[in-house]
């Protein structure tokens, strides 16, 4: 059974700062491993989607890696700013539309 | 384009009673999925579908019944509620390797 884990749970740090946020998976045989944000109170929106095939994939400030093998994603936020505020959650996919397992979360405060 | 829809947004049921949580997506995906999000938790498989007519049970099925009789619907059937199914529910769809795409989610309390 695939365990997600996400390190660390929260996260606070002065606007202008980068953001490094960790998600770990205990079976590395995974098809695709997606990233999400959650503001409170409000559904998922998806940010970067990682091919088990690709190392990494960016889209503006963010960039995710991924090293299949040792089971690892990081999701990098470059120059935080307010707006960034909210819970990042990673998600691995076994195969192509197969269900998600997610992490508990990182929840992100950037202070201005 | 309207994606995934979920209706209600918000609902308080009393123990006991029943409900449907509606689905809709627009974008011909095959895949759909119910989660549910316990405060401060991580999002837990319901139940979910790999095309009409096809269902399976996921992490937490119990209590919960769903049913895909088209490609667009995917409704979520609550029977005799209880309080620790008091959640936030979200759907979803996805379509091969191309990603998953949330609902906006209906938050249940169960009084």
């Known amino acids: 059974k695939q365990e997600v884990t996400q390190i660390p749970a929260a996260l606070s740090v002065p606007e202008g700062e980068n953001l490094v946020l960790n998600c770990s998976f205990t079976?590395?045989?995974?098809?695709?491993l997606q990233w999400f944000r959650q503001d409170p109170g409000k559904g998922l929106t998806s940010l970067l989607l990682?091919?088990?095939?690709?190392r990494e994939q960016t889209s503006g400030r963010l960039n995710a890696s991924l090293d299949k093998s040792s089971g690892r994603s990081t999701l990098y936020i470059a120059a935080s700013q307010p707006g960034d505020s909210a819970t990042y959650l990673c998600?691995?996919?076994?195969?192509?539309?197969?269900?998600?397992?997610f992490g508990g979360g990182t929840r992100v405060l950037v202070k201005p | 384009n309207a994606g995934v829809t979920q209706t209600p947004k918000f609902r308080i049921l009393k123990i006991g009673q029943s409900m449907t949580l509606q689905c809709t997506q627009d974008?011909?995906?095959?895949?759909m999925y119910w989660y549910r999000q316990d405060p401060g938790m991580g999002l837990k498989l319901i139940y979910y579908?790999?095309?009409?007519?096809?269902?399976d049970k996921g992490e937490v099925p119990n209590g919960y019944n769903v049913s895909r009789s088209t490609t667009e619907d995917f409704p979520l059937r609550l029977e005799l509620a209880a309080p620790s199914q008091t959640s936030v529910y979200f759907c979803?769809?996805?379509?091969?390797?191309?990603?998953?795409?949330f609902g906006s989610g209906t938050r249940l309390t169960v009084v």
């Open positions: 998600a691995p996919s076994k195969a192509a539309g197969n269900k998600l397992t």
């Open positions: 079976d590395s045989a995974i098809y695709n």
């Open positions: 990682i091919q088990s095939s690709q």
């Open positions: 974008m011909n995906h095959n895949y």
């Open positions: 579908s790999v095309g009409a007519g096809i269902t």
């Open positions: 979803a769809t996805g379509a091969g390797g191309k990603g998953y795409t």
